[in-house]
């Protein structure tokens, strides 16, 4: 594998349940984001980690929760759902952070919340 | 906050030249991407600009007025799989923030 994947590909979720979306890559890339896409509003961070065992919010954190316990992992966890929720969230890496490198995304998780 | 405007949607001819206009207001700049999104797919890198003027890369080019808050990415020789979104993003603080995208159709 080269690059970054995303599980699961497409979820429904009820409302109030709780959610891990995964993210792994395999470029040894030190800051790896999370974004989510909604139409008309374009991509929005919700949290970004610069290296292993840092994380930090970006511009729509609230309800979402981060861990980066190594390289290749940055999971996303929604603790309750709620319907505003409802998106596509993009992991991205690039290689270092404190510098203007390109980020590389993953194919997406379709996240539908009822 | 972070202001960055394009326009929603424009329409070409395959063959023909389109020029997508971003301008941008933030609170700081490390430099602009350009991304192309095909529709259900992730977004891919297409440029980087951080000095002011023209980068050209094959049939895309991208240019850069910092004085102006000003980037366009001109697409040329069109073909019918350009037919995408493309996303402007401003490099602040080494974390970037998008516009809603610009979809371009390209009609035979």
């Known amino acids: 594998i080269a690059g970054i994947t995303q599980a699961p590909t497409s979820q429904i979720l009820a409302a109030g349940r709780r959610m891990t979306l995964r993210c792994t890559q395999d470029m040894r890339h030190n800051a790896m984001y999370w974004y989510r896409q909604d139409l008309g509003l374009g991509l929005r961070l919700i949290h970004y980690?610069?290296?292993?065992?840092?994380?930090g919010k970006g511009e729509v954190p609230d309800g979402y929760s981060v861990s980066r316990a190594n390289t290749d992992d940055f999971p996303l966890t929604l603790a309750s759902a709620v319907p505003s929720q409802t998106s596509v969230y993009f992991c991205a890496s690039s290689d270092s952070a404190g510098a203007s490198d390109t980020q590389y995304f993953g194919p997406g998780t379709r996240l539908t919340v009822l | 906050g972070q202001n960055i405007d394009q326009p929603t949607e424009m329409t070409a001819t395959e063959g023909a030249i389109v020029q997508i206009n971003c301008t941008y207001q933030?609170?700081?700049?490390?430099?602009l991407f350009w991304y192309q999104q095909h529709a259900g797919e992730a977004p891919t890198f297409l440029s980087y600009n951080v000095l002011d003027g023209l980068e050209e890369k094959g049939r895309f080019s991208s240019f850069l007025s910092r004085s102006k808050g000003y980037s366009y990415l001109l697409l040329k020789e069109l073909q019918m799989k350009d037919s995408a979104s493309y996303l402007c993003a401003v490099d602040d603080d080494y974390k970037l923030s998008f516009g809603a995208g610009t979809t371009v159709t390209v009609r035979a």
């Open positions: 933030t609170s700081g700049f490390n430099g």
């Open positions: 980690s610069n290296t292993a065992g840092t994380t």
